[in-house]
Each structure stands twice: as C-alpha cells, then as structure tokens.
C-alpha cells in the first residue's frame, strides 16, 4: 500500500507539470532516453528470437552464415560481460567528469552534462546493449533450435555499434570538458531561453506605451493570494494568467519574480476585481511553479550567474583566459536581452487592457548580474577588469541606444579607484584605451573628459 501511494504521488508530479516543465525534467534526467532505447533493445530480443525459432534462419541459410547453439551462446555470453564492462566504464568516466566540473567549475554545470543529447544517447545504446545480449542469452535454447542466424547476426552488429559509440563517447567527453565549448553551449542555452521566455512569451504582451497606463490605482490595497509551500519559482504560465485574468476581469501584480525564493504563506499574487464574482485562487497559484531548486527553464538570470561562477572560478584559480571567454560570452548574452526585449513590467490582454503587473526590471539589472560579481572578484586584477571595459565597449554596438547610459555607467564605477593596481604603463594605457572607447560607442565622450581631468588632478 505504501509503495502504491508512493508511485501514484510520484507520477502525480509529472501530471501536474506544464509542457515546458516537463520538457526540461525529462531533458535533465538520466533515466528516460535509456529506458525508451531498452524498450527498442527488447524489440530487437524479439525478432530475433522470433526468426531463429519460429522460422528457423539458422537451418535456412548457407553453412557459412549459420551458427551452431554452442558458438551462439559463446558468443551472446562474452558479449553480455564486455558491453557491462563498457558500460561501467562509461559511469566511471561520467562521474570523473562530474567530479571535474563540480571542484574546477561549478556543481551547478552538471545538468548540462546530464541533459547533453550525446550523453543520453551513449548510455541508451550501452543499456539496451546489454539488455539484448542479456535477454538472448537467456532464451537461447538448444531444444529449440540448434543453428541460429538473427540472434548472433545482431550480436555482432549491437557489439561493433557499442564500440564505435565507446569511442565517440571519449571523444565527446573530451571536448565537453573544453572550456570554451562548455561556455559555448551554456551561452546557447541562455540566448534559447531568452528568446522562448521574453521574446516569444512575455514581450509580445507587454506595453510598449507606458503613458497609457494608469497604475495609480493598483497602488491600492488588493486582495492578496499566499503560497501553499516554500521554494524558487521556477515557472509562471504567463499566457494562460492572462487569458485566465482576462475572463475574471481582474488585475494582477506578481509580487515576486521567476528566481526567487518564497516562504509558505508569502503573498505572492495582489488582485483588483471589477465586478463582484468571486475567483478561483487556487487556479492562479496553479499557474505558479514552485519547487525546491531553481532551473533555467525560464530563469534567464540562473542560466547566466552559471556562467558568472565559471569566471569566478578562473580568476580564483588563476586562469584570466577563462574568465574572458566567459565575460565575453555574458556580453553577448547581454547585448540580446537589450536588441530584442521590452522592459515594460505591464502585460496587457488581446483587448489592449492591463491584465498583469510585473517586478521591473531593466537592462541594468540584467547588467549587474551578469557583471557585477565578476568586477567585485576581479577589483585588483587589472586585466580581467579591462576586458570588462573592452566587452562593454563591443557590446555598445548592438546594444539598444536607450540602454548606453547604464554600460557607461558601469564601465566608469568599474574603472573607479584603480590608479593603484597598475604596474606597468601599459596597463594604464590598455585599461584607460579601453574605457575611452566605450565613451565614444555609448556618446559620452565629454563624461570621459571630465572624469579624465578629475583622474590627473
């Protein structure tokens, strides 16, 4: 009965998942691609066995493509302990690279490794591998059937395709634990999610006129909606809030956003009703994922603070390189969220009419967190720092020219109080070089003298 109750609350879990969420779950998880490719191995186990026993292939072919049971079973048996053998050493080596990233880079970089195509398919082919040899060694019968044909046949192709997927499977380990694919990739990850959760989720909801919008009267007091548990929000189903807030004639202020941590009975949701039917509350905290770690599901800051953890690392263990590969991957992450987002924080329905108040936030919050600890970690390390300047200045080039003032206003408060840290004459004439060209990217070369003139004094 326990065990019963167990698995029921267990696929419950799954049933109550959006698409995405559940989407990224399966993505993220070890077991899903190998139990779908044991379920083609026991497919294979069939027809092979379905053809040396039923049709007997085996009396049927030439004498040079029948095996005898002996040799079969010789064969199926041996192959069964080598593709375990592969197999273990496939785990040992998942968890050297595991045990790899966790001390050099961040834990948090696992899931990427874990959720890697390459690396479900891998582990699906060794599974179902040794499951057909398994499975055929187990029914081979010599009652049955004295001369086999499929059963080995297959054997031997499955046998050969484990090899060949051993070694693409070093192959892809090795150059997963390259920095500069790894960072590549998590980049890619970051521009996807920026794309799917702002470009193509909120931003073509929101307001782009604010001077139509009236929000003095949802500085009121509404009626508030609390959570039923504590953890991250890892999800909000804005589309469906929206269509939902839309039929109830309400108005909704989210009273925090995906990525942080709530208690249970924290507030989350603050309504304004403008008529008198009551609402159904528990659907729109339906519509709010909150669960026990954070994702990058739709956590754009999340999938960048992974990349910030790279640099961090770097510069902790000496390798500058590192760390501005990453800053510059950040910077282009960055220079995206400004072309291609509105940081409006109204969303409106398809009638044109405000439905949901965000938590603002502007480019300089994404800014800071993709920058901000960096700077503080690299504050005595004047390189690290003027390739900041150098990022900022190449991604004042694409950035949206409403966002030039918050990277000029970065670059100067990362340049601020470092007359101190330079050793050589260079590095004043790079870092200095470096911010100069930012001033002139973003049109604030006279803010540049001034700040020149102050520095000289």
């Not at 499929?150 to 070694?167: D, E, H, N």
């Not at 508030?224 to 909704?252: C, H, N, P, W």
């Not at 403008?274 to 339906?286: C, P, R, T």
């Not at 999340?302 to 000496?318: D, P």
Request: with cysteine; proline share 2%; hydrophobic share 45%.
């Amino acid at each position: 009965m326990f065990k019963m109750n167990l698995l029921d609350k267990y696929v419950k879990k799954y049933i109550r998942m959006s698409n995405r969420e559940l989407s990224h779950t399966i993505q993220s998880n070890l077991w899903f691609t190998p139990v779908i490719y044991v379920f083609f191995s026991f497919l294979f186990v069939g027809v092979a066995l379905t053809a040396d026993f039923q049709y007997e292939l085996g009396k049927h072919m030439r004498p040079y493509f029948s095996v005898d049971y002996s040799l079969t079973q010789a064969l199926v048996g041996t192959l069964t302990a080598a593709i375990l053998t592969l197999t273990t050493f496939t785990f040992n080596l998942i968890l050297l690279v595991f045990t790899t990233f966790s001390g050099q880079f961040s834990p948090r970089m696992l899931k990427n490794f874990i959720a890697s195509k390459s690396t479900q398919r891998v582990l699906g082919i060794f599974t179902s591998s040794f499951f057909y040899m398994l499975l055929c060694f187990l029914f081979l019968n010599k009652e049955t059937a004295q001369y086999y044909f499929a059963v080995p046949v297959f054997a031997t192709l499955i046998a050969a395709l484990s090899m060949g997927t051993f070694i693409f499977f070093i192959n892809h380990a090795v150059e997963w634990l390259q920095v500069n694919q790894m960072t590549y990739d998590m980049k890619k990850e970051a521009l996807s999610i920026v794309k799917s959760t702002l470009e193509d989720e909120v931003d073509p909801n929101k307001v782009k006129d604010l001077s139509t919008i009236n929000d003095q009267s949802y500085k009121s007091m509404g009626l508030t909606i609390t959570a039923r548990k504590s953890g991250y929000i890892q999800l909000v189903d804005f589309i469906t809030m929206i269509e939902e807030a839309q039929k109830d004639d309400i108005v909704i202020r989210l009273e925090y956003t995906i990525g942080n941590y709530v208690f249970a009975s924290t507030p989350i949701i603050t309504y304004w009703k403008n008529n008198a039917i009551e609402i159904d509350e528990l659907k729109y905290l339906s519509l709010i994922s909150i669960r026990r770690k954070q994702t990058e599901v739709q956590d754009i800051e999340f999938s960048i603070n992974k990349l910030v953890e790279v640099a961090i690392r770097s510069i902790g263990h000496y390798d500058p390189k590192t760390a501005t590969n990453v800053i510059y991957q950040i910077g282009e992450i960055l220079a995206s969220i400004s072309r291609e987002s509105i940081f409006s924080n109204y969303l409106m329905d398809e009638s044109n009419k405000l439905r949901i108040i965000l938590q603002k936030r502007d480019f300089n919050h994404y800014l800071y967190h993709g920058f901000g600890y960096i700077r503080h970690y690299a504050k005595a390390n004047v390189i690290v720092s003027t390739e900041i300047i150098k990022v900022l200045a190449l991604m004042a080039h694409s950035l949206n020219t409403r966002d030039y003032k918050a990277v000029w206003e970065f670059g100067l408060f990362t340049a601020s109080g470092f007359e101190d840290h330079f050793l050589y004459k260079i590095d004043h004439q790079q870092f200095y070089q470096a911010l100069s060209n930012l001033a002139v990217t973003t049109r604030h070369e006279k803010e540049y003298e001034e700040y020149w003139e102050n520095r000289k004094k």
